[in-house]
Every structure is written in C-alpha cells, then in structure tokens.
C-alpha cells in the first residue's frame, strides 16, 4: 500500500512532457503543471501560430501566459524527493507499464525516428543505436504542431462545407421563390391571354349577333313588304274576278276600270337566297387567328420547355478542359437560308457560307438581313453546347445572338459585336479581335483556320478556343443572357459549321 502511494505521489508531481519530476514547476490557466523548461520549449515551437494549447487538455490561450514559478509546487516536489521517490515511469494519463521498456526495465523517454518508436535510453546502445533519436517530448511537441494543423485543416474544410451547406440551402430558397414567381407571373399571363381571347370572343359573338339582328330585321321588313303587296294584288284580283262574274252587260260596263297596266312594284322581282354562307367569313377568320396563335405557341414552347430545363445549381459542371469533354456538348446545328444576306450562298446541306460577288435569288423574308453579309441558324441554343466553324479567305466573324437583333438597314443595330444582342469573334490571318456592343478587345492566341465555340448559357459563360493539336483558350465572357441565343457567321471567303464527332 505504501509502494502504491508513492508511485501515486510522484504521478501527481511528474511533468506530463518529459515525464520526470517538476523541475521549477509552473501552472498554467488551465490547472495543469509542467516544467518551466518544458513547456516553454512547447510553447516557442507554437509562437509562429500565435496560439498556444495544453499539451494535456489541449485548452488554448491568446495572448501566451506569463510562466511564473508555483513556489508551494516546488517545495512539495523538494519534499517528495526527500523521501526518496522518482518521477512515475510513464504518463499520467496512460498505464503506467506501456511507458516501461520491456527489455531493459527502464522508463521510455526517447523516441526513435528511424524506427518510430519509443525506447529508454539503453535501447539507444544496442539494437537502435545509430538511429535518429530524440527525446519523446521533442517528438511529442513536433507531432502535436503536425496534428494541431491537421485539426486547422479540418476546422477549415468544416467550415467550408458548412459554408456550402448554407449556400445551397439559400440555393433551395431561391430556386423555391423562383418558381413560385415563375408560377404566378406564367398563370397571370395566361390567364391574362384567356381573358384577352374571352374579349375577343365575347366581341366577336357580340358582333355576329348586331349583324344578325340588322340583318334578319331587314328580310323581316321585306317580306312584310311583299306579304302588303300579295295582299294587295289578291284583293284586286277578288274585285277583277267578281266584276267578270257580273252577268248584266250594263253592270259590267259601268263598273269596268279605265284600262290601267299593272304598276310596277318598288320591290325586287327577284329574291336571291345564298345557300348558308352568311358568316362563313367571320368563321374562317378566326380559324385563321387560331392557327397562327397555334403556331406561336408551338414555336415559343420550345424555349419556354428548354428555359425550364435549363435551372442550373451551384454544383453545375464545369467547363471542360479536353476537346473530347467539348465534343460531349457539341450541336447538330446548320444555317438558316432565311436569314442569309443577297451576296451569301449557302452549301453542303446548309452548313457552309461563301461571300459571292453576284446577289442570290433569294425571296423577300423579315429574317433576312439586308445589308450586313451576315447569317445565323435556325434553332436556338440553351442549356451546354459546343460547335466548331472551319473557315477560309480573308477573315470570318463568328459570333452568338439574341434572335431579335434587327436585319433590316446597316446601321450598328444589326452589326455583329456592335451591340448588346450580340458577341463577335473576329478572325482573319493575323490576329483575333472580340467585339461586344461596339467595344473592341485585343486577343491573343495561336492562329488556326478552325474555331471552337463553348456556350453554357444557365451559367452565363461563353468561351471561343483555337483548335489545331490541341485547344487553346482565346477569350471568355462571363455575363447573364436573359434570351436563348443563335450561332451565326460572317465570312470574308468561306465559313463551314463543322460535323464534328
């Protein structure tokens, strides 16, 4: 029982870093004590940090603590060398026998790098001498810096999950008060269309029921007319039947009329009936309304769907970074014949563009541009896409639209790149130019008869790339595109939207 208490004693006073007796013991905030050398040791290995910890309880202390020398401490430990005892043969905080060497019965003190174990300092003579040793609590402060910023590093990427937590969090809000406005905003305007083709109807009805009642109160009217008339005549032809019944020839004579023709009536003598086409016309109008109103719909739903699918979050794709991650996103896309400005003709299936000297027999159509040899493709472009223009001459403007910028006139209106519906690549045979609302941007980049187009159009990113060997990077916009967008081409010589696999 004595021997046990004695080995509790100097576990009290044993320094938990070198694992002897307190030497010019001090006491930390936290309670614990440790030799003045000791943990001044730790702590100057900490003062980069600007933090300095509890080897023990790993409480942590801004500004460092003055260390000042626990004078009672001392005396105690004085004391308890007195009675002969030893600092424990191991830490505290641990069983006491795993701090013991096995093969010499000593107290493990260093730590062998070599090996990456504790030893006493015999071992240090035999089977590990030689090796890179030093003591256990130059270790122990070494391997507590190492996991101290281990535990920063998780601390930081906790609080960079927890960052991404709280913005997809605000993500799922705005996306909730997104639709719930797209909602709402899209059944008040169809709503409002409903009420506008209600009016429209009511209108319509109301219009054909006018017409109807002038029109029928108008046969009314002539055939009570012409009834008057029949009535009339019947009774002229009564009276003429009675007198030539009259069998006295004095009678007759007398009663005889002065001859008079039969005078003419202020009726038509003929009544013409079209056969049920009264309102065929107003039919037939209004099929015509529909159908077009059907077809804009069909044309616009399109977007509307694409618009929907194309929600993207935060943890969208990126931008890949191989032609074959580009070619994943590439568009079967041709050229519009009727967009095509007079002195462009169109090949290969509607794919290629030439610049010609004489006009083509195009038709009239609103899509055409009129001055500007200029062209764009039919289909809309949303969500990812990638296209490639194989192009040859003297230059050729590759670019993306909004569908509505103007074609008619050669004002900066419907110029690629001079206004804000517009992005234009130039490219000719000695340099590139980037031209956005009629700002020019110098570009650099590796010459190439061949150019790739990256568009993500959720995350409002467009990218134009030299394709040769390899794809290198010519210019990025990173914007906001509030329309679906359509690829076009204005060549000097020859522009060719490539099939590419």
């Known amino acids: 029982m004595e021997k046990r208490g004695n080995v509790l004693d100097s576990l009290m006073y044993s320094c938990s870093i070198c ?20 943990i001044k040791t730790c702590w ?12 023990q309880c790993r409480k942590t202390f801004t500004p460092k603590p003055v260390l000042v020398r626990n004078s009672m401490l001392a005396e105690l430990v004085e004391d308890l060398k007195k009675t002969g005892l030893q600092a424990a043969p191991g830490d505290p905080s641990k069983n006491l026998q795993e701090n013991i060497c096995s093969r010499h019965d000593e107290v493990m003190k260093i730590f062998c790098r070599t090996d990456q174990q504790s030893i006493c300092y015999l071992c240090t003579m035999d089977e590990h001498k030689g090796h890179e040793t030093v003591s256990a ?15 920063q590093q998780i ?10 937590v709280e913005l ?28 506008l083709l209600q009016k429209r109807s009511s209108d ?20 009570e007319k012409l009834q008057q008339e029949i009535t009339d005549l019947k009774r002229r032809e009564a009276e003429m039947k009675q007198l030539s019944d009259t069998e006295d020839h004095n009678q007759f004579l007398h009663n005889y009329p002065s001859p008079s023709p039969l005078s003419g009536s202020t009726l038509s003598s003929s009544i013409q009936i079209r056969p049920l086409r009264y309102f065929e016309d107003v039919t037939a109008a209004v099929s015509e309304t529909i159908e077009k109103l059907q077809d804009l719909l069909r044309e616009t739903w399109t977007n509307i769907s694409l618009s929907v699918a ?31 400005n007079s002195y462009l003709l169109l090949s290969d299936g509607n794919r290629k563009v030439t610049r010609m000297n004489e006009k083509q027999s195009y038709s009239d159509h609103p899509d055409r541009f009129t001055d500007w040899l200029i062209i764009i493709i039919k289909a809309s472009l949303t969500g990812r896409c990638y296209w490639e223009v194989e192009w040859r001459g003297k230059e050729v403007y590759v670019v993306v639209v909004y569908k509505n910028i103007s074609r008619k006139g050669n004002s900066n209106d419907s110029k690629f790149g001079c206004n804000n519906k517009s992005w234009s690549l130039r490219c000719d045979t000695n340099s590139y130019t980037f031209w956005h609302n009629n700002i020019k941007t110098r ?14 159009h959720g995350a409002g990113l467009l990218s134009f790339y030299s394709v040769y060997e390899t794809m290198t990077l010519l210019h990025r916009v990173q914007t906001s595109f509030t329309q679906p967008l359509h690829a076009g081409l204005s060549p000097g010589g020859s522009a060719e939207l490539v099939k590419v696999k």
């Open 19 to 38: 694992l002897d007796l307190l030497k010019d013991p001090v006491t930390i905030p936290c309670g614990h004590n440790y030799c003045m050398d000791c």
């Open 137 to 151: 609590a130059a270790e122990r402060c070494e391997k507590q810096k190492e996991l101290e910023e281990s535990r």
């Open 310 to 340: 194309e929600v993207d979050v935060l943890l969208s794709e990126p931008e890949p970074k191989t032609r074959y991650g580009f070619l994943k996103y590439s568009r079967n896309i041709t050229l519009d014949p009727n967009t095509a």
């Open 168 to 195: 997809l969090q605000q993500e799922v809000e705005d996306i909730n008060v997104s639709a719930d406005k797209a909602v709402e905003d899209s059944e008040k305007s169809f709503n409002e269309v409903i009420r």
């Open 155 to 164: 601390q930081q990427r906790i609080q960079d999950r927890e960052k991404d």
């Open 443 to 456: 570009v650099s980049g590796p010459r190439s008869s061949r150019v790739g187009v990256y568009l993500d």
């Open 44 to 55: 100057d290995d900490e003062d980069h940090r600007g933090v300095h910890s509890c080897p």
């Open 204 to 223: 319509v009805k109301q219009q054909v029921r006018s017409q109807q009642e002038q029109e029928v109160s108008r046969v009314k009217d002539l055939q």
